[in-house]
């Protein structure tokens, strides 16, 4: 919030509306859905794709299923 203040008013009503998709409930939605996806097929590219891309999310519970998972389909 902060670094976007220099923006002005704008920006910061902006974040106010999105702000609820960050929630911890949105993070649990992304842990389900790389969880789903690698058990429906941990060999699709795609998947794997998915985990790679989940080692970046901004959450943790998000990054620790992915280095699970990743882990899971290593040794699988």
Same mark, same amino acid.
């Given at each position: 919030?902060?670094?976007?203040?220099?923006?002005?008013? !704008?920006?910061?009503?902006?974040? %106010? @509306?999105?702000?609820? #998709?960050? /929630? &911890?409930?949105?993070? #649990?939605? @992304?842990?389900?859905?790389?969880? $789903?996806? $690698?058990?429906?097929?941990a $060999?699709n590219?795609?998947?794997?794709?998915?985990? %790679?891309?989940a080692?970046? %999310?901004? /959450? #943790?519970?998000? @990054? &620790?299923?992915?280095? !699970?998972?990743?882990? !899971?389909?290593?040794?699988?």
């Amino acid at each position: 919030m902060r670094s976007l203040a220099f923006i002005g008013p !704008k920006a910061i009503g902006a974040i %106010d @509306r999105v702000l609820h #998709k960050f /929630s &911890d409930s949105d993070a #649990k939605i @992304r842990k389900a859905a790389v969880v $789903t996806a $690698t058990a429906i097929d941990a $060999t699709n590219p795609a998947v794997a794709e998915l985990i %790679d891309n989940a080692f970046s %999310d901004r /959450s #943790k519970i998000v @990054r &620790d299923a992915a280095a !699970k998972l990743k882990q !899971k389909v290593n040794i699988g």
